[in-house]
């Protein structure tokens, strides 16, 4: 499970400490072993939660789709190595949401990872990569996943869209939405942790909790305490479905 920062990974973590831990975002969470990977990066291990289910690793992977997919890709490679590679990656996190569709405080599966902002300004508009004759601009989790993930958690599917930039005004936030009508969110890492998975083979989700609305930016509206612990309740319920998932 693949997180931005410390205090995401932190929220995932303590939804797996037990019903009481996932209650409180001030929880403790479980006693992760730490593993060392090429070029720093760090893993959390957590101990299977039952005889015969599959270890969890918690990696926090850095901001930006660029960081995030190289510390992926070192996770995945390193595990495939060992003779144990990852059968699921998920990333989760906060993100910006677009209301109504997905106020502050919720939580949204993605079932379309697309990043907004790789491509062309053109005299006639943006131009997606693809429309300039090459790269992929979207990766869709198994179908199966999404339906099995929003039905535990009761959030909506639909699409997570990836920047580069966070958008600060309204009609940056106008611009997305036209061109990606079914955008719940934005977020900064979900298609370069989608791209290092698929290089691998590897099957991906996206789970964000929103902590803002996307549009103009106002820290003062922000709300990341109340996301961060809605990402720990969305994971409590969502443990059982990715512990027991295989792909068909």
Known sequence: MVTAVPAERDAVARAFAGPAASSSAAAPG????????????????????????????LLA??????LAAASTATALTAAALEGAPYGLVVCAGIAGGFVPHAPVGSLVVADEITVADLGADTPDGFVPVTGLGFGTVTHRPPDALVRAATAATGAPAGTVLTVSTVTGGADRAAELRARHPRALAEAM?????????????VPVLEIRAVSN???PRDRAAWRIGDALAALTEGFGKLAPVLESWKEA
């Open 30 to 57: 479980p006693s992760p072993r730490e593993v060392r990977l090429p070029g720093g990066t760090l893993l959390h291990r957590l101990a299977p939660s039952a005889p015969g289910a599959p270890a969890a690793d």
């Open 61 to 66: 992977a850095g901001v930006g789709p660029a």
């Open 189 to 201: 890492e979900g298609f370069g942790v989608a791209e290092a998975a698929a290089a691998h083979g």
């Open 213 to 215: 609305a996307v549009g």
